[in-house]
C-alpha cells in the first residue's frame, strides 16, 4: 500500500523517533508499505517519520548505478536492496564526499551536502536479526540521510541549509 509522505513543516519530522522494542509483522508490512511509496515517489530512502510515524526504521534501495565507480559499485555489492532497518545506528564514519541530496518530503529540492564518504550501521533486520553494514558512496549518503531523519529533520544537514536560505529569503522555516 501506498502512503502519504509528510512534508518538510509538519512536527512529525521534528520529533525524534522511538526505538522498536521487537519487529513485529505489523511493522515488517509498514516497511513494505514504505518501500512501495518510496518506489512510487521515486526515491532511494524513506524514513518512519516521512510517513507519519515515529518508530526507529528506515528503508533504502539505492541502485547500483547510483555509484560513480566500479569500485564502489563492487564494494556495494554485497548489501541487498531493499535495505530495511530498524534501529539503524551509525557506529563509524570514514572521509568525505560532496554531493547534491534531495528529500523526498521536499518535493521538487536538493541542496550539496557534505558527507562521510563510507559508513558503518548496526541495524536490526526485517526478520529480528542484528545486522552490520559498511556502505560507501551513494549507498553512505543514503544511510546518514535517512538515519538523520530519525533524530528529526532539524538535525538533517539539508534543514540547516533551507533554514539560512530562508533567513536569507527574509523567511522563516
Known amino acids: 500500500m ?3 509522505i509528510v512534508k518538510y513543516g509538519a512536527a512529525v519530522l521534528r520529533e525524534t523517533a ?13 516497511a513494505e508499505d514504505m518501500v512501495d511509496t518510496m518506489h512510487k515517489a521515486r526515491g532511494v530512502g524513506l524514513a518512519a517519520p516521512q510517513v507519519g510515524r515515529l518508530e526507529a526504521m528506515c528503508v533504502i534501495d539505492v541502485p547500483a548505478d547510483c ?9 556495494n555489492a554485497a ?3 531493499p535495505l ?5 545506528v551509525i557506529v563509524a564514519t570514514e572521509g568525505s ?21 563510507q559508513v558503518t550501521c548496526q541495524y536490526t533486520d526485517a526478520h529480528g536479526m542484528p545486522q552490520i553494514v559498511t556502505a560507501r558512496g551513494f549507498l ?11 533524530s528529526g529533520m ?5 534543514a540547516k541549509k533551507l533554514q539560512k536560505l530562508a533567513k536569507k529569503n527574509g523567511g522563516n522555516l
Open 2 to 4: 501506498v502512503l502519504d
Open 18 to 30: 522511538r526505538p522498536v522494542p521487537s519487529v513485529t509483522p505489523a511493522l515488517v508490512q509498514l
Open 67 to 75: 555509484e560513480e565507480d566500479d569500485e564502489t559499485r563492487a564494494f
Open 79 to 81: 548489501v541487498a536492496m
Open 84 to 88: 530495511v532497518m530498524f534501529n539503524p
Open 97 to 117: 564526499q560532496d554531493g547534491k541530496e534531495g528529500c523526498l518530503s521536499l518535493p521538487n529540492m536538493s541542496a550539496p551536502v557534505v558527507r562521510a564518504a
Open 140 to 150: 553512505a549518503r543514503a544511510l546518514l540521510h535517512e538515519t538523520d531523519h530519525l
Open 154 to 158: 532539524d538535525k538533517l544537514a539539508m
